[in-house]
């Protein structure tokens, strides 16, 4: 079943009203700023499949020593990081011992995964929710993970920095630029009308631009799984590369780097604004790809050679920014400032369907949406 899903407008914020004090108390940013922006996701059990971290405790083991030894460290700097810019200190992380990653609380913990020196990275966004199809699985590789390369030639062109965009995901945010509100509608699949990205606005989104799209272009796309076909041995039709450009789901499931880039489905997300315009974009989000994130061209520390896949409507680059922002900042606050509310309704509710159209199409009989953002 497809529910309705309402975007939060950030009533308060519209207006200015400063709930308590007075506004010469606020910080220099507004709180109206604050308030609106960010893209997390969506705890609500009739909608999504996630949940939040209980007690704003990340706990986290490691799959063996070498991750250990090439992870920690930067782990707990990329965390100082978060906690400089203002993340209340009660956000913790916890390292544990392997067997309770591995036992019972699988679901509940973080395990670390070290991609060497040149790999990927992707990590799991918040932990499955209660009773989600997640927990359900029996595959032991199933489960609340993080890869982490030690590169500085992708992302961000840093460590920390990565690592504090990576722990940014695990919290529970998305990529800023993810937000369906700020593609245009026409071509994309999930695109609300925005402004800022998608090709209707000034060709903003260069998905030939991508590493991995010449390989699609010569290996024909993707061919989608449909289980409920017996005929063709359980497979359907053809994707091609021009779909894999417009769909985060069969992105997604074609494992094509534009699924990091893409509009997501709105039920996986909650957006507290419903703004799309340029401004409503928080540019400075630690979320954000800079425009050279997952392109074509070479990169090492602080010379960035690569194409551009986004870029600012002004056409500028999107820069790669230092730290996270005043927003991704409120982002958490505010995620995780809902969580009793939150757990209270997934006690009360029984695990409902997970997201929506092409979701349910692609993962049928599996653990759902479980292999989180990958980031480039
Ligand atoms: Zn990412």
Known sequence: MRLFFAFLVGLVAETGHVLAGSRLWQPNTSTTHLDRRYFVINTDRSEGDRMIWPNRQIRYCFVND???DALDELINAAHDVWLRMGLGSEFT????GRDECTGDHRFDTLMFYWTGDNGRMATFEGLPATGSLIRNSE???VRPRSELTTSTRMGMLDQQLNFAHELGHAWGLYHEHQNPAFWSRGTVSNALGGSVFGPENDGNWRCQNL???QDRVNGGGLVVQNPNNPNNNGFGPRVGVETLCKDYDFARKGQFSARDYLPMPKAMGIATSSGMSTDDVDWSSIMIYPSGAGAIGEASPANDQRAAILLKTD???IPINDSPSQRDIAAMHKLYGRSNRAIA???LQKAGGTVTSNFKKLFPESQGN???SGCL
């Open 315 to 317: 056409g500028s680059r």
């Open 370 to 372: 479980t292999d989180g």
């Open 139 to 141: 595959n032991p590789n």
């Open 66 to 68: 070498e991750a250990d």
């Open 345 to 347: 309704k997934d006690l």
């Open 93 to 96: 992380i916890a390292k544990v």
């Open 211 to 213: 590493k991995d799209y």
